[in-house]
């Protein structure tokens, strides 16, 4: 079974500095997918950067980069220069592939970052 | 920019009453999911389709739910008979074919439908 680990309840950043948001992960599966979601008080869910499991180097997504350690099996969220907007509820996600025809996301808790001005 | 959409955004219905959760996914789409999240939880994963049929459920996904894809753009959710734990927000996602390459293969959400049971 596919496990997702947020530790960290709830974040505080100073605006425009930066913060890192922690997600280890567990599966069996050599092939995977991990993903980073944001979720703004209004609810939807907002894809901010993917990291294959193959990927060599480590994704990035503007302001938003994944510190990738495969051997420890895990996948933070780094992101840089804070805004007020950043504030949020953010949710790591793993894909498993496999060949029945379904690539479903086994999410985490979640961590709400607030953004201090 | 191609975007999932939903309907209604809330419902409010009475326990035992039958509700149905709209989708449009995104046009070229081929894979279709249910998730649901209740209030200051997780996110959970309910059902996925693909070709026509469902390709894996979750055992929260029991004989109260159902989906269907009524025609070649909208995909919906049944539950038959809602309970007071059913309130919770419903999200549709729909995803590209993944890929083992860097390119985008994310799933896509739509902007979730609130359900609540009273």
């Known amino acids: 079974a596919q496990k997702i680990t947020q530790t960290q309840p709830g974040m505080f950043v100073q605006e425009k500095e930066a913060v890192t948001l922690d997600c280890t992960y567990d599966t069996s599966d050599p092939s995977y997918g991990l993903f980073w979601y944001k979720q703004p008080s209004s609810g939807e869910m907002i894809f901010l950067i993917y990291?294959?499991?193959?990927?060599?180097q480590n994704a990035t997504e503007g302001r938003y980069s994944l510190n990738f350690q495969k051997a420890r099996k895990s996948a933070n969220l780094v992101i840089s220069a804070s805004q007020l907007g950043d504030s949020a509820m953010y949710f790591c996600a793993m894909r498993v592939y496999s060949g029945a025809g379904s690539y479903q996301l086994t999410f985490g808790k979640g961590t709400k970052l607030s953004v201090i001005p | 920019e191609p975007e999932v959409t939903q309907t209604p955004s809330h419902q409010v219905t009475q326990m035992g009453q039958e509700v149905i959760l709209r989708c449009v996914p995104i046009s070229n789409h081929l894979y279709f999911y249910w998730y649901r999240q209740i209030l200051g939880q997780k996110v959970e994963f309910l059902v996925s389709?693909?070709?026509?049929?469902?390709?894996?459920k979750s055992e929260i996904f029991d004989d109260q739910f159902s989906v269907e894809r009524p025609d070649g753009s909208n995909f919906t959710l049944k539950i038959r008979s809602t309970k007071l734990e059913d309130s919770a927000m419903y999200f549709c996602a729909s995803s590209a074919r993944p890929t083992r390459d860097r390119g985008r293969s994310e799933q896509y959400f739509g902007p979730g439908t609130r359900l609540t049971v009273t």
């Open positions: 990291q294959g499991s193959y990927d060599q």
């Open positions: 389709f693909y070709n026509n049929e469902i390709s894996e």
